[in-house]
């Protein structure tokens, strides 16, 4: 059943894209945004130094360098997009000695920090943002000069794309997956798309269709519960159509027809092909920090002065009054978003039994808690491992709807299994097969169930099955997995 509720921390992060670039147009010392990203990135940097060298736990359990972010991806993104503040500063004021050498102190501490992240995405959009910079910086060249100046740039670029790729060719495949995935989501709503929000909710069944019509797939072992296309644009098609994604196109080319290149605009207008090159291999969107980049650089973008329009006083006192409304919007959403996430906490990882108040406070906001998937996600584990399956059935029903996963489905199956609804467990399972085909997990439950109710037709078939099955990596429960079924077949 599709949900309907409201998206309130869509809208929440929304407002708060409209505050900062309010504030940014308003600001007339426009070089401080620029500094104000350098010095993130420094801390960013520093940070993860720390991690690499241990001093500083890092926040994902296979990556040792995330700085502030969940993993290396995000935090590459954010120092190349430095970089490129970097050198725009640095030829701006190369004449300035001290400021010179700080500048390419942090240069240098930035790429050597990008190194550390092996962020392919971030090496591509901080080359693409080098290139630009320098075309933006050479208007006044004779057009023949610009012209090979950019093809070279674009060859640059393609080449760079094909090292890129085949240094992880597996990884790069998976997003090709997506990618391809993805495409069939917009075929299905080619004009208008699926909705805001709809991309967690409805991709992992379009994936369970894909692997279903093509069982022997080379993209199967690839395949993972995917929450991101790791391209903006094609979230953009999937949820707004080709209507939503023109109109984007279009406002992008806008800013770059009538903006200026004069002064401190064209590191901005860099900065900015930074960030779009890298949204088409990541999800900037998700992240907070990259997120508030862009109305902080499309204000810090002046548009030529025949294309400028002024305004009066009238105009500004309805500027005062958006921005008030976006602080009180931000802070009403922004304190609902911390309780929530404080007492989901509670709930999973507390030691202790006393978690009734969150308990009662996170069943009394549901409906907010409904516009968070990775939260609801945490919601949903903490039922299915507390609650009898009577009541976490609700939960994980409607979990479905809202953050569908391999995991999620084999908790399902379970808990059919529990409430002795066979079939529908038997559905579970093979979905969630289906979902992630390289994972042994959702077979073997599929393996047991029908060794539990007798069928050794479907019992045979599912183990043989689960036996070649090519894991990613093989571990102690998967070969303790195996080794049950050959146990039981052999019998």
Same mark, same amino acid.
């Given at each position: ?5 409201f998206i ?41 130094i ?6 500083i ?8 360098v995330?700085g ?82 950019k ?54 069944y ?47 080319i ?17 900065t ?43 105009f500004q ?7 008030i ?12 978003y ?16 006393t ?13 907010e ?15 299915y491992k ?21 995991? /999620? =489905?084999?908790?399902? $199956? &379970? !808990?059919?299994?529990? %409430?002795?609804?066979?079939? +529908? @467990? ?13 994972r ?7 393996f047991c /169930? =029908?060794?539990e109710? $007798? &069928? !050794?037709?479907?019992? %045979?078939?599912?183990?043989? +099955? @689960?036996?070649n ?23």
């Amino acid at each position: 059943m599709e949900q309907t509720e409201f998206i309130h921390f869509e809208l929440a992060k929304w407002i708060l894209f409209l505050l900062c670039y309010v504030i940014m147009k308003r600001m007339r010392q426009k070089q401080w945004c620029l500094y104000g990203i350098i010095l993130i990135g420094g801390a960013e940097a520093g940070i993860a130094i720390g991690q690499k060298i241990h001093l500083i736990k890092s926040f994902h359990h296979v990556f040792d360098v995330t700085g502030t972010f969940g993993n290396p991806g995000p935090l590459g993104g954010y120092l190349a997009i430095a970089i490129i503040v970097l050198i725009g500063l640095y030829r701006e004021y190369w004449r300035n000695f001290r400021q010179k050498w700080i500048l390419l102190a942090f240069l240098i501490l930035f790429s050597t920090t990008l190194v550390l992240t092996e962020s392919r995405a971030g090496c591509l959009a901080m080359f693409a943002g080098i290139g630009s910079l320098y075309l933006f910086s050479k208007k006044d060249r004779k057009w023949k000069f610009a012209i090979f100046q950019k093809l070279g740039t674009i060859i640059l670029v393609l080449l760079f794309i094909v090292v890129t790729y085949y240094c992880k060719k597996d990884s790069a495949d998976g997003r090709l997956l997506i990618w391809r995935v993805s495409s069939e989501m917009i075929m299905d709503a080619p004009f208008i798309g699926h909705g805001i929000g709809t991309f967690e909710k409805r991709y992992m069944y379009y994936q369970a269709q894909y692997f279903n019509a093509h069982p022997n797939s080379q993209y199967a072992r690839l395949a993972d519960n995917i929450s991101y296309p790791y391209n903006e644009f094609l979230r953009i098609g999937v949820e707004f159509g080709l209507i939503g994604l023109f109109v984007v196109l279009g406002l992008i080319i806008s800013v770059f027809k009538y903006a200026s290149v004069q002064g401190l605009n064209k590191i901005y207008l860099a900065t900015f092909t930074s960030w779009l090159t890298f949204s088409m291999f990541s999800y900037p969107s998700h992240v907070l920090l990259l997120w508030l980049l862009v109305p902080f650089l499309l204000g810090g973008i002046q548009c030529r002065k025949n294309r400028c329009v002024s305004v009066g006083y009238k105009f500004q006192i309805v500027e005062c009054m958006i921005i008030i409304i976006c602080l009180f919007f931000i802070i009403r959403y922004g304190c609902d978003y911390y309780l929530l996430k404080n007492n989901i906490r509670k709930l999973y990882f507390s030691s202790t039994k006393t978690t009734e108040e969150a308990t009662d406070y996170v069943e009394r906001h549901r409906l907010e808690l409904q516009s968070i998937p990775h939260l609801f996600d945490i919601y949903a584990q903490y039922c299915y491992k507390n609650y009898p399956a009577s009541k976490r059935i609700i939960i994980l029903k409607q979990a479905t709807t809202i953050v569908p996963t391999s995991d /999620l =489905y084999c908790d399902l $199956g &379970d !808990t059919y299994k529990e %409430l002795n609804q066979i079939d +529908k @467990a038997i559905e579970s399972y093979i979905l969630a097969s289906n979902m992630v085909p390289h994972r042994i997990l959702p077979n073997y439950k599929l393996f047991c /169930l =029908y060794r539990e109710v $007798g &069928d !050794t037709v479907q019992m %045979l078939r599912t183990g043989l +099955k @689960a036996l070649n099955t090519e894991v990613k990596v093989e571990s102690t429960k998967t070969l303790r997995m195996k080794g049950d079924i050959k146990k039981t077949l052999k019998k």
